[in-house]
T-cell receptor, first 113, second 113 residues
Framework: AQSVTQPDIHITVSEGASLELRCNYS??????LFWYVQSPGQGLQLLLK??????LVQGIKGFEAEFKRSQSSFNLRKPSVHWSDAAEYFC???????????FGTGTRLQVTL | KAGVTQTPRYLIKTRGQQVTLSCSPI?????VSWYQQTPGQGLQFLFE???????NKGNFPGRFSGRQFSNSRSEMNVSTLELGDSALYLC????????????FGPGTRLTVL
């Protein structure tokens, strides 16, 4: 069965610093990969997605992610974090013909001023 | 284009009662999926509906059920509520099944007393 691992439960960065959130997946073929962000009490907002093609994908709010097949990873990056980026970030995969998203456990980002 | 809407946003019920949650997908989207989010279990897939038919189901008891109408709106029902059913219930819609982007609603916060 497919699985998603986000090894960092909680990350704290200073405003203006760079950010990298890690995501590893387990699946035999290339999955469809997503990053979502959730603010407290809210739903999930799509940041970016990878289906195929260029392995570096750009998303909203200045985020980008790189798909590395050899490492089964899809890490999320941002060169300069803003205080408003504080939220919980989820990596997710979809495989095959089902719409079932399998999520990682999430990484809570705290931004210090 | 309006996003995914969910009603109600908050619900308080007591054990043994039943509850119905509603989801209106983005216009033109035909696939609706439901997820349960709890602090202990994270985000878990409940089921997916496409063209009024349940296409996939997660590992939840039969107390959890759903349906989809001809206009793609969906409802989920939980009967004989238990304390452990307290959660944020999220609905997501996509244009088609499988590897397509899912857009989430704000969720319904269910509290079971």
């Amino acid at each position: 069965a497919q699985s998603v691992t986000q090894p960092d439960i909680h990350i704290t960065v200073s405003e203006g610093a760079s950010l990298e959130l890690r995501c590893n997946y387990s699946y035999g073929a290339t999955p469809y990969l997503f990053w979502y962000v959730q603010s407290p009490g809210q739903g999930l907002q799509l940041l970016l997605k990878y289906f195929s093609g260029d392995t570096l994908v750009q998303g909203i709010k200045g985020f980008e992610a790189e798909f590395k097949r050899s490492q089964s990873s899809f890490n999320l990056r941002k060169p300069s974090v803003h205080w408003s980026d504080a939220a919980e970030y989820f990596c997710a995969v979809v495989t095959g013909t089902a719409s079932k998203l399998t999520f990682g456990t999430g990484t809570r980002l705290q931004v210090t001023l | 284009k309006a996003g995914v809407t969910q009603t109600p946003r908050y619900l308080i019920k007591t054990r043994g009662q039943q509850v119905t949650l509603s989801c209106s997908p983005i216009s033109g989207h035909r696939s609706v999926s439901w997820y349960q989010q709890t602090p202990g279990q994270g985000l878990q897939f409940l089921f997916e509906y496409f063209s009024e038919t349940q296409r996939n189901k997660g590992n939840f008891p039969g107390r959890f059920s759903g349906r989809q109408f001809s206009n793609s709106r969906s409802e989920m029902n939980v009967s004989t509520l238990e304390l452990g059913d307290s959660a944020l219930y999220l609905c997501a819609s996509s244009f088609k099944q499988g590897g397509d982007t899912q857009y989430f609603g704000p969720g319904t916060r269910l509290t079971v007393l």
